[in-house]
């Protein structure tokens, strides 16, 4: 399986936007790219994904660099409840197509 | 909707004891997970199943046990519980055709 590559943590202020980045140079063509965030104490939660276009959602944005090799969460205006782990996750097509979750990267939001 | 349930929220477990984690949605979703994440590390597949009447396993499926007799309901049976199983459990699941997944609130297991 294709393997992702993110900081492990980032600190951000409140009301200002937060790009988290995650690499992930081995994708292959059919690969989507997810992200889910896991609040404390609580079970992850699905936030965005993307194949090749740039997405946007009611909780953030997915920029995709043009080669794939890369990728960006953009949370337009952090909050102190965004404060969670994220995980960028590489998908392969198909019903049976799991997650493969890695140790993700740590936002802090400082009030 | 409920969404994805889990029970008990917590349990301390002796070694060589077995118990069950129950976990059930609402949402009529034909896939459903299980998943263990330990302390400092992201979550790893235990079991899953595709649908009523089938299940295989995951990356992690030694000393668990799981079967799937109805959409709802996907419980996981420990065996004969050990220290290393100490762990918070999350169940998960989707439909058929879409990517998010749904996870549930977690199980906080202790095995002493």
């Known amino acids: 399986d294709a393997k992702t590559t993110q900081p492990n943590s980032m600190e951000s202020n409140e009301e200002e936007p937060v790009h988290l980045p995650c690499n992930h140079s081995?994708?292959?063509?059919?690969?989507?790219i997810h992200w889910y965030r896991q609040l404390p104490s609580q079970g992850p939660e699905y936030v965005i994904h993307?194949?090749?276009s740039n997405v946007n959602n009611r909780m953030a944005s997915l920029a995709i660099a043009e080669d794939r090799k890369s990728s960006t969460l953009i949370l337009h205006r952090a909050t102190l409840r965004d404060a969670a782990v994220y995980y960028c996750?590489?998908?392969?097509?198909?019903?049976?197509?799991?997650?493969?979750f890695g140790k993700g990267i740590t936002l802090s939001v400082r009030p | 909707n409920a969404g994805v349930t889990q029970t008990p929220k917590f349990q301390v477990l002796k070694t060589g004891q077995s118990m069950t984690l129950q976990c059930a949605q609402d949402?009529?979703?034909?896939?459903m997970s299980w998943y263990r994440q330990d302390p400092g590390m992201g979550l790893r597949l235990i079991h899953y199943?595709?649908?009523?009447?089938?299940?295989d396993q995951g990356e992690v499926p030694n000393g668990y046990n799981v079967s799937r007799s109805t959409t709802e309901d996907f419980p996981l049976r420990l065996l004969s519980a050990a220290p290393s199983q100490t762990s918070v459990y999350f169940c998960?699941?989707?439909?058929?055709?879409?990517?998010?997944?749904?996870f549930g609130p977690g199980t906080r297991l202790t095995v002493t």
């Open positions: 996750i590489l998908r392969s097509p198909g019903a049976n197509s799991k997650l493969t």
């Open positions: 949402m009529n979703h034909e896939y």
């Open positions: 081995t994708i292959s063509g059919t690969d989507y």
């Open positions: 993307g194949l090749t």
């Open positions: 998960a699941s989707r439909a058929g055709g879409r990517y998010e997944q749904y």
């Open positions: 199943s595709v649908g009523a009447g089938i299940t």
